[in-house]
């Protein structure tokens, strides 16, 4: 599976955001989607989830700013992101879990990243 995301830049603060990554690959079926991001010296962490049923489930940090959605027809996840501040800052990264249909074996994919930058 091969994963592109897009949308990222620079904002101020309380500014809002897009974030897009769009999936291809033959033979998979696509399950969880989410987005995770990572700040300069800092680990990996899970910014939202969503579920191939559509069900969501958000990092504290973002709830009520960021809304994470997909689109199974065009293989597209989603992230808007709204009310941003400075610590929002980071290399976002979209990850898809996704089952190869002939071997039926599941692993993990990651995207490329897409840089946001929160700065007044």
């Given at each position: 599976?091969?994963?592109?995301?897009?949308?990222?830049?620079?904002?101020?603060?309380g500014?809002?955001?897009?974030?897009?990554?769009s999936?291809?690959?033959?033979?998979?079926?696509?399950?969880?989607?989410?987005?995770?991001?990572?700040a300069?010296g800092?680990?990996?962490?899970?910014?939202?989830?969503?579920?191939?049923?559509?069900?969501p489930?958000?990092?504290?940090?973002?709830?009520?700013?960021?809304?994470?959605?997909?689109d199974?027809?065009?293989?597209?996840?989603?992230?808007?992101?709204?009310?941003?501040?400075?610590?929002?800052?980071?290399?976002?990264?979209?990850?898809?879990?996704?089952?190869?249909?002939?071997?039926?074996?599941?692993?993990?994919?990651w995207?490329?990243?897409?840089?946001?930058?929160?700065?007044?």
């Open positions: 599976v091969q994963l592109q995301a897009s949308g990222g830049g620079l904002v101020q603060p500014g809002s955001l897009s974030l897009s990554c999936a291809s690959g033959r033979s998979y079926r696509i399950n969880e989607m989410g987005w995770y991001r990572q300069p800092k680990q990996r962490d899970l910014v939202a989830v969503i579920t191939k049923g559509g069900s489930n958000y990092a504290d940090s973002v709830k009520g700013r960021f809304t994470i959605s997909r199974d027809a065009k293989n597209t996840l989603y992230l808007q992101m709204n009310s941003l501040k400075l610590e929002d800052t980071a290399i976002y990264y979209c990850s898809v879990r996704a089952m190869n249909i002939v071997t039926m074996a599941s692993n993990n994919y995207g490329q990243g897409t840089q946001v930058t929160v700065s007044s």
